[in-house]
C-alpha cells in the first residue's frame, strides 16, 4: 500500500508551497467527498432493490440498474468540474498533482475500502491529463499488491449451529431474512431445503455416529438481489468439509418460496458469472464481502468479484492489475491471433498463458459486413449496459493501454498497426491500444465440437440453441448464428461473444423463405429481414449433432417462435432464465396456484 509522509505545517513554507499544499488539501478532500456522494447514490439505489422484488417491479429494477451505472460518471464529472472552479489554470499542473496524491493517500488511509476510493481519484487524472498507459507519479498503481490481502475486518453475517436440527435451522433461515411478502409456506420451505442439502450433501457421507455430517451454516447478512430472484448467501460446514451455499427465492403469485439450493462450486460460479448483469446488494463496505466471496470462489479472479457486485470501475482496476502483473513476469511470451477464424470486424489476440482476449475494431470491414466503427460501438454499449440472461459474455472497454512492442508476434503486429491503426499506434518500443475490448477466453463453438467427445459435443449443441432462446427471451437477437460466433466455457455453457451484428428481436421482421427460392429466383431482402428456416443450413454441423439440435430446439428454427417471442417482449412479460440449471429448481407443487411464464 502507498504511503505518504507527515505534511509540512504551511507556516514555515515560502508563499507559494503555502499556496500548493492549501490548494492540494482542497482537492484532495473534494475528490473525497465526490466519491462519498457516487457511493451514497450506489447504495441509495441499490437499497430499492428488496422493494423491487417485494412488488414484482422487474422493468423498475433494470431502470434502476442503469441509474446506477451511470451514476459513476454522473459524479466523476461534477467532481471534475469542481476541481476545474477550484484549480483553475492548474487543474491540469503535473507538479500540483503530484502533491495531490499523497495527502489523498492519508485522508483515505482509515477507510476499508480505500481501492474503490484510489480507483475513482484514477479515473479523474485520466481524464484531465489523457494518461496512456501508466502515470505512476500522479496516479495509484501498486502492480504488486492484492487489494484484499489486509483487509481482516469479517463481513455481517449470521451464523446457525446445526447439530441434528437441521429442518428448525432451515426454517429459522427464513425467519431471519424479512419481506413484506410473506412466504407461500415457509414450512414446506424449510422441508425441500432440507432434503436439497441432504441430497446433495450425500457425498460427505455420514458421521461417526451415523447422522448428517452438516454442522454449521453461515449467511451473509446482505441479501442478494438480480433478475427475478433474491439470494441468500454464505457456506455449510461439516465434519472437516466447507461447501458455498446460496438459497435463491422467488416471488410467484402464491407468496414467496425457495426456488433453489445450491452446495456446488460450478452452480455457484454461474450464478455470480460474468455472463450475467450485476448484483443489487447493498453492503456497507466491499472489501470485506469479496474476501467472504472468495472463499466460496477461490479461483475465480477478484477483479470478476468486484464487478459482479456492480464496482465495474474497480473490477477493470483489478483485472488490469492482474493482467500487467502477470505480463511482466513474462517477458520472453508473446501475443499472438486467438484460436478461431479470423473476424471481419475484430482483430483478437490474446496471451496464451493468461484467460483474456483482447479485440480491436478494424478500420475496414470485409465484405458483407456492412456496420460501421460507431454502429459496432454501440453493440457492445447496449450489452453492457443491459442483462445479458447468461449467455452474453461481459466486453469491458480500456483505452490507452500501452504494451511492450516485442511481445507481439510479427504478423499480429503487422495486422493490427496496418488494419486497426484506428485503435493501435507504436510509440517508440511500445505498442499503444487506444480503444479495445477485453474479454473472457473462450474456446470457439466450431472448433469445440471438432475436438469433444461425441456425448460432450452433443451437449454443447444443443445448448447453444437453448443460449438462443435463453437470449431471445431477454429481447436478444444474435444477428449472425454461425457456430464460430459462440464460445464454450470451462463448465461446458454456451455463449455468445460476437456483437457486431447483435440487435433487439423487437426491432427484427421475421419471414417465412419463398417457396421461390428453391428455383433460384429472386426477392427483397430488407435490412432487418430474418430467416430462422435458413439457419440450420450454414451451421457446419455434422448430422447427428444437426438432429440433436433441432430433435431439442426445433421450433427456434420457426418463424413462428420469433413472432411469439415478438410478441412477448411488446407485452413486456418478463420472461424467467435462472442462473442455474432446470433440474436444481425445487418443486413448487405444495405452495398453491404457480403460475409459470
Sequence with gaps: METASAPTPASTLPDNQSENLALAEAAALDIRNGFADYNARFRAITR???????????????????????????CVRATMARLETLLRARVRDHALWQQIRPRFAELIAPLLDQELNKTFYNTLTRRFFHTQGVDATIEFVALDIEPTDRITHAVARHSYAVWGHLPRICQRILDDYKFAVPYAHTGLCALRMVDALTQQLSRWGADANGASPIRAIELLETVFYRERRAYLIGRIFGVGEVAP?????????????????????AQVAQVFGYTRSYFQADLPTVGDAVVFLRTLLPYKPIDELYTVLGRAKQGKTERYRHFFRHLAARRDEQFVHADGERGLVMAVFTLPSYPLVFKLIRDKFAFPKESVR????????????????????????????????????????????????????LDGDDIVITHCYVERRL???????????????????????????????SNIFPGDLLLKNFGVSAHGRVIFYDYDELCLVSDCRFRELPEDDERGETFYVGAHDVFPEQFPRFLGMGAAQRAALLAAHGDVFTVRWWQSMQAAVAAQRTLDTPPYPEEMRLKAQGFGVIKGL
Design 48 to 74: 430499492r432493490a428488496q422493494a423491487r422484488f417485494e412488488s414484482r417491479d422487474f422493468s423498475a429494477s433494470q431502470a434502476d440498474a442503469l441509474e446506477r451505472f451511470d451514476s459513476y460518471d454522473i
Design 443 to 473: 474456446r470457439p463453438l466450431n472448433l469445440y465440437l471438432r475436438e469433444a467427445e461425441p456425448a460432450a459435443a452433443q451437449r454443447a449443441i444443443v445448448d447453444y440453441g437453448q443460449a438462443i432462446r435463453d437470449l431471445a427471451a
Design 245 to 265: 451455499l446460496v438459497i435463491a427465492l422467488i416471488n410467484e403469485d402464491a407468496g414467496l418460496r425457495v426456488d433453489a439450493v445450491l452446495t456446488e462450486r
Design 374 to 425: 460507431a454502429e459496432v460501438m454501440q453493440k457492445y454499449t447496449l450489452v453492457f449496459r443491459r442483462d445479458r440472461a447468461g449467455r452474453l459474455v461481459d466486453a469491458q472497454r480500456f483505452r490507452f493501454l500501452r504494451f511492450p512492442k516485442r511481445q507481439f508476434a510479427s504478423e499480429l503486429l503487422d495486422e493490427l498497426l496496418v488494419g486497426c491503426s484506428e485503435s493501435a499506434h
